[in-house]
């Protein structure tokens, strides 16, 4: 194993490498005692706050599960419906006309700058009787939705723009030569190409909706995965475990889909087919005014 | 329309100072924090290098609203850790930098692997040809370049976390969002007003951000 900092290691090299990593473990032991320590003598270590998410299956069939269900629910609907919205303004933004690509760069832009966390609160504000009256129980979902869709369908209007960019320029020679006009080059050779070299970089969008449903538990009342921690630390009293417990599934599926879409990219720029542009997890960036698309809330 | 602003209830100016604030002490924990994970993650040590990636990996896939809401109910609340702080008020402030630290750093530390893979092989070869050592090569030859090579990157970190200070709202710290909250709760009448304000006072935090390190970005490029 070789690398650019660094041979491959020595005896002299091994021997310092042991030595740093007693003083890690050295290290790590001493903040994981002190923080077990800590929350042993707070009761957090004691086994009836961990049992219930093995013994009591209530635990997971009345707070977990449907927690997990709405937070998918959420994302899901989300990604369907900014999704095309966000094809819309990618092609939108790559418009001939400059009264398209104006209104729209705009739009993009401007949605891209605010928190999704605002998105979200504003939405809440246009669910209520004033404007669209969406009855209070399904309210706070909505609008964990709507701010969603408006902030994820600006940010997929970049990445459609990106895909569209990464194709090789001769792909819109050839259609030109055989004579397609520009709407007929765009739906026929660019976005279906442009769809495939993006799907990484959707699927991990998907990552940062999954995560951001969370902020509409905080603070509209959306009953998603994260708010389930109320109701189950209520009951058995144990803040940290069930906080513990509900990260651990936020990892398992974000971590699940962030392996799909790497295992994606790598099949898509291995395979013959594809004109080998692909859009990979963390290559849509444009500065101005810039939004990381993995680095969502 | 705005009349709202001048009532003198709303404190607009103050509530986007602590967002200020709250991603100034941020970013720079988080490059302090990211620049010693990437530093782990591309050492000779094998230890250091596994803890950098699960790290890296666990707290990524975690939303930001978890880990803020869990310094203030598990570290806070459970384990009475107030980090110095000793109103309210100050400890949920220090609660969520500490949040936005731990989140942002694993992004500064991917972006700034990127960078460091941007250095050509040979200079690390001839460094050490001539002798220097992984902490030498790495803080004299390999880092000033990827740093160089990263501020695009960094740029959109920075402008992320920007936005993800909104999430401090969540444990009660009185930045933009909570104050739109409140404000989109008490002026029904003006919400389309309310979201203006706030949407431009975030639109004229992130672009001069963006503005201004694209354009350092551009000046300092190592050109190859």
Known sequence: MTSVLYDTPGPKAKARNWIYSGIFV????????????????????????????????????????????????????????????????????????????????????FFRAIPVLMLMLFGNALMAPRFL????????????????????????????????????????????????????TMFYVLIPQAVTAMLPALVSQLVV?????????????????????????????????SLVVIALIYIVV???????????????????????????????????????????? | MFDFLDSGQYDVLGAFWVTVQLTLYSAVGSLIWGTILAGMRVSPVPLLRSFGTAYVNLVRNTPLTLLIIGCSLGLSQ??????????????????????????????????????????????????????????????????????????????????????????AATIGVAEAALLMKEMLENEAQATFAVFAVFALGFVLLTLPTGLLLGWVAKRVAVKR
């Not at chain 1, 974000?254 to 997890?281: C, I, M, P």
């Open chain 2, 78 to 167: 459970t384990l009475g850790i107030s980090l110095g702080g000793d109103t309210f008020k100050e400890t949920g402030f220090r609660l969520a930098v500490l949040g936005l630290i731990a989140y942002t750093g694993t992004f500064v530390c991917e972006a700034l692997r990127s960078g460091i893979n941007t250095v050509p092989v040979g200079q690390a070869e001839a460094a050490r040809a001539l002798g220097l050592s992984f902490f030498q090569v790495l803080t004299l030859i390999v880092l000033p370049q990827a740093f160089r090579a990263v501020i695009a990157p960094l740029a959109n970190v920075l402008i992320a976390l920007t936005k993800n200070t909104t999430v």
């Open chain 1, 26 to 109: 050295v290290l790590f032991g001493l903040v994981l005692w002190w923080a077990l320590s800590l929350m042993g003598e707070k009761g957090q270590l004691d086994a009836d706050k961990w049992s219930p998410f093995v013994t009591d299956s209530q635990v997971w069939t009345t707070y977990l599960l449907p927690g997990l269900a709405e937070t998918l629910k959420a994302g899901a609907l989300a990604m369907v419906i900014a999704l095309p919205l966000g094809a819309l303004l990618g092609i939108g933004r790559l418009s001939d006309h400059a009264w398209v690509r104006g209104p729209v760069g705009a739009w993009v832009e």
């Open chain 1, 209 to 241: 909706i999954l995560k951001d449903t969370a902020l509409g538990g905080a603070l509209l009342g959306f009953a998603e995965l994260l708010s389930s921690n109320r109701q189950i630390s209520a009951n058995y009293s144990n803040t940290i475990p």
């Open chain 1, 254 to 297: 974000n971590f699940a889909l962030t392996t799909f879409a790497s295992q994606l990219e790598g099949r898509l720029r291995k395979s013959k087919k594809s004109t080998g542009a692909v859009l990979g997890t963390d290559e849509i960036d444009d500065p101005v005014p810039g939004a990381n698309t993995a680095a969502g809330a």
């Open chain 1, 133 to 184: 009256d969406v009855p209070s129980d399904t309210r706070p979902f909505w609008a964990v939705v709507t701010g969603l869709v408006l902030y994820n369908s600006a940010v997929i209007g970049e990445i459609v723009r990106a895909g569209v960019l990464s194709l090789p320029r001769g792909q819109t020679d050839a259609a030109k030569a055989i004579g397609m006009r520009k709407g007929q």
